[in-house]
């Protein structure tokens, strides 16, 4: 098993990922405001919202692309603010844009990313050995990215994330734009990630992605956690995921 994570404080906080008061403003307009959650480790945990709710603006401040105005995010029992470049060795981070380097083959783009690890060259070869054969690569190991079909890149994208044995992989709407079969062999193996003991925090704008996969959420509008819990409780009156989010997007 490939999956050993590493478990940044574990004995020490309940909360792999601590949120508070985040704030963040662009040229007077408010993209987060004062948002507090937290995420328990082993958790699949999930953010939703409509366009321009804040989303892209909470994941490129975690992924330490945006500074906020105000507030603090913790991971384990570090600071984001202080301890970036230690944090992001327990992290796995897949943007929502492909960022493959197309001219290398599936192999080759994940032994130079180990690199920025420091992963030994056997370490990093018995590492992607099992990425690929845990996200059926294997007989795509030495074609080129850029001949890959997109669902085949996107399982690329988080095969590469997770080269570091991460304890909390944060993943921006990974199944956007790929067709049913695709997303269900994501969902699939996400969900064994997440069994081997991996954290997961990921947005989708897809309702039935959500309802599948995530066990707590937070629905974002305006900048604002409007919604926020187990997904059985927020789904508790029967109301449908996407009912209750129509309803918040009116407003």
Known sequence: MFIIPNNISKMIKDYILTVKDLTKNFDGFKALSN????IKYGDFFGLIGPNGAGKSTLLKILYGIVIPDSGSIGIGDLNLK???KKIKYNLGIVPQDDNLDGDLSVYENLLIYSMYFGIPKKE???????????????????SKVADLSGGLRR??????????????IILDEPTSGLD???RQNIWNKL??????????????????????????????????????GAIKDITLNKKSLEEIFLDIAKN
């Open 35 to 38: 948002i507090t959650f937290n």
């Open 82 to 84: 202080y301890y970036y």
């Open 124 to 142: 990093s070869s018995r590492r992607s050995a099992e990425l690929l054969n845990f996200f059926n690569l294997n007989d795509k190991k030495y």
């Open 155 to 168: 399982r690329l994208m988080i095969a590469r994330a997770l080269i570091n044995n991460p304890s909390l």
């Open 180 to 182: 049913p079969e695709y």
């Open 191 to 228: 969900k064994a990630l997440n069994e081997k003991g991996v954290t997961i925090f990921m947005s989708t704008h897809y309702m039935e992605e959500a309802e599948r996969l995530f066990k707590n959420m937070i629905i974002l509008n305006h900048g604002n956690i409007v919604l926020s």
